[in-house]
Nanobody, 126 residues
């Protein structure tokens, strides 16, 4: 069982920045994808960003490209999500996730996720 511990999140005004962190107890897969999904009440959970741990390839949802940056510290088994130029529509519960890659790619689909973090709330006010 991979344990994920998230930190960060909070409330910020539009245009502001936040950083999320997620530490994993282990990297389990040969192509190990780690990243973030978000969910508003009543909506489906959507992929935000992912990284191949060790390899470094990154993937982003179109809605966050150019504003969010995912990075990693492999010595700490930790992934970060730097969120800049935040918008009210970024408000959601953000979940850290780990899943196996597909042919050396990370696909941002919640159905592929094997392990979830507990979630951290991000609220952006206008």
């Amino acid at each position: 069982q991979v344990q994920l511990v998230e930190s960060g999140g909070g409330s910020v005004q539009a245009g502001g920045s936040l950083r999320l962190s997620c530490a994993a107890s282990e990297y389990r897969y040969s192509t190990n994808c780690m990243g973030w999904f978000r969910q508003d009440p009543g909506k489906e959970r959507e992929g935000v960003a992912a990284i191949i741990t060790g390899g470094g390839s990154t993937y982003y949802a179109d809605s966050v490209k150019g504003r969010f940056t995912i990075s990693q510290d492999n010595a700490k088994n930790t992934v970060y999500l730097q969120m800049n130029s935040l918008k009210p529509e970024d408000t959601a519960m953000y979940f850290c996730a780990v899943w196996p890659g597909w042919f050396s790619y990370c696909i941002l689909e919640s159905s592929r996720v094997a392990y979830w973090g507990q979630g951290t709330q991000v609220t952006v006010s206008s």
